[in-house]
């Protein structure tokens, strides 16, 4: 009974993941994905993160400048995320070439004349606490690009990152996906404050939401969403009868076919009570952002996590059922279709 028994544990229940259950998987889009928190790279770390199927290395210059290179060495081969920085250049960890943040070649380790290749260099921009890498699915420059945003706040910015399947524009579509902000998230109303803007790679919405908590009651949370491309959002929320503002980054990055990994990056404020002298009001807000903090950034974590069996699990509905008060899904999935290859080009891929 041994063998039997072995096999007995490997019955498998439950939903599969949609990176395993072999549905059709969107292309991966074109534009900026973040692939780390700043806080991540010092000076004279390395390191590897996925983008696309492919590996993307990333390191630090003693300036502050962030570098993103594909990962393996033009001399043999090997893979620059077991390399090591010395200064401002990157060691290969096998024949101990030594490589300029320009990618070319200062020295071998033998004293050879450096070989003319070079590294292959990605764009990159590092913003509101995070690095952005550039891909583009016909190898074209940056056409647009990450704002640096307001700072909020003087507590340092709290940040999670986890990995699961699903699909990056699902995670910013979820951004007009006004019907399950009641079933997901417990708001008791979501109102859209006008049309969504469109821009050729941004998008602007307002909301307010109505929530309800024990101790406080009914109140109103007014959000402002700008979203760029389908890799980050940036959101303003304002709880005029906490004082309470917040600032939230979301930021998706497809790694593989229906796999994702899920960044959030959190700023908290308190308004100074105008009651209160001055001096005194700045200590109250500080206080209480101090006091405070962890625990929003955990409601914040748990607010976004509710999404994360869904996006786990499901299937790209296209076309959508779509029903009253989902609303403007439809507009949003046409503008998201510039960041994919033209249908052909997918046809042919």
């Not at 007014?222 to 929320?237: F, K, N, R, T």
């Not at 903090?293 to 748990?302: A, G, H, Q, V």
Request: hydrophobic share 40%; proline share 10%; net charge neutral.
């Amino acid at each position: 009974m041994g063998i039997a028994r072995e096999y007995g544990r490997a019955i498998s229940e439950g939903p599969t993941p949609a990176d395993a259950a072999g549905t059709l998987a969107l292309p991966y889009p074109s534009g900026w994905a973040a692939l780390a928190f700043s806080d991540e790279l010092p000076p004279g770390t390395v390191l590897t993160r996925p983008l696309a199927g492919e590996d993307v290395v990333l390191y630090r210059l003693t300036s502050g400048a962030v570098r993103a290179v594909r990962p393996y060495c033009p001399h043999l081969g090997a893979h620059l995320g077991l390399a090591k920085v010395e200064g401002d250049n990157l060691i290969c960890p096998f024949h101990f070439f030594a490589f300029r943040p320009d990618g070319t070649c200062a020295r071998t380790a033998y004293g050879a004349p450096p070989p003319r290749s070079r590294l292959t260099s990605l764009p990159v921009r590092e913003a509101n606490g995070a690095v952005f890498v550039w891909r583009h699915h016909d190898g074209r420059a940056p056409d647009w690009s990450i704002p640096n945003w307001h700072t909020i706040g003087h507590r340092p910015a709290r940040h999670m990152a986890w990995e699961l399947a699903g699909n990056v524009q699902e995670v910013i579509e979820n951004s007009v996906d006004l019907g399950h902000f009641a079933t997901l998230h417990g708001w008791s109303k979501a109102e859209i404050g006008g049309p969504v803007a469109y821009a050729d790679a941004t998008f602007h919405v307002s909301m307010r939401a109505h929530e309800s908590a024990p101790l406080v009651g009914d109140f109103v949370v007014e959000v402002e969403v700008d979203g760029y491309g389908l890799g980050c959002l940036h959101a303003d929320m304002y709880t005029p009868r906490l004082g309470l503002r917040m600032c939230t980054m979301v930021m998706p990055t497809a790694i593989a076919p229906n796999r994702m990994q899920f960044r959030q990056l959190n700023r908290i404020a308190f308004s100074e009570p105008a009651r209160l002298p001055a001096p005194l009001a700045r200590v109250v807000s500080r206080t209480a952002a101090r006091l405070l903090d962890r625990s929003i950034f955990r409601s914040s974590c748990e607010f976004t996590a509710a999404d994360f069996p869904v996006w786990h699990h499901k299937l790209y509905q296209q076309p959508p059922g779509l029903a009253h008060g989902d609303g403007p899904i439809g507009p949003f999935r046409r503008w998201a279709q510039r960041f994919y290859p033209p249908p052909t080009e997918r046809e042919d891929a």
